[in-house]
């Protein structure tokens, strides 16, 4: 299982960029796909979650209206994209995917996912 994260770079506040996730080596129509961050001397993160069978979305408090997750199913890939970007969107952004679908607020739990991309530079200069 291979996830294969993309599109991080340089941005200045209140700009915009898409984040990619390819998904390869497995089915995943059962899985759950997150994104989380770790920025410089902080914990990882959640961000946002998709549920890949049904779609449905979830978001941190902090990202909620400015960041959308979404699915290509027939791509296998998640994108997140961000818009209204800050500074202290700076982070490594990872994504991740779960064996088994995850409900009732466990997709915030990183070790509730199984596979892990490489993660994604993000900089927002203010």
């Known amino acids: 299982v291979q996830l294969q994260a993309s599109g991080g770079g340089l941005v200045q506040a209140g700009g915009s960029l898409r984040l990619s996730c390819a998904a390869s080596?497995?089915?995943?129509?059962?899985?759950?796909m997150g994104w989380f961050r770790q920025a410089p001397g902080k914990e990882r993160e959640f961000v946002a979650a998709i549920v890949w069978s049904g779609g449905f979305t979830y978001y941190a408090d902090s990202v909620k209206g400015r960041f959308t997750i979404s699915r290509d199913n027939t791509k296998n890939t998640v994108y997140l994209q961000m818009n209204s970007l800050k500074s202290e969107d700076t982070a490594v952004y990872y994504c991740a995917a779960s064996s088994a679908s995850l409900y009732g607020g466990s997709w915030v739990n990183s070790y509730e996912y199984d596979y892990w991309g490489q993660g994604t530079l993000v900089t927002v200069s203010s």
């Open positions: 080596g497995r089915t995943f129509s059962s899985s759950t």
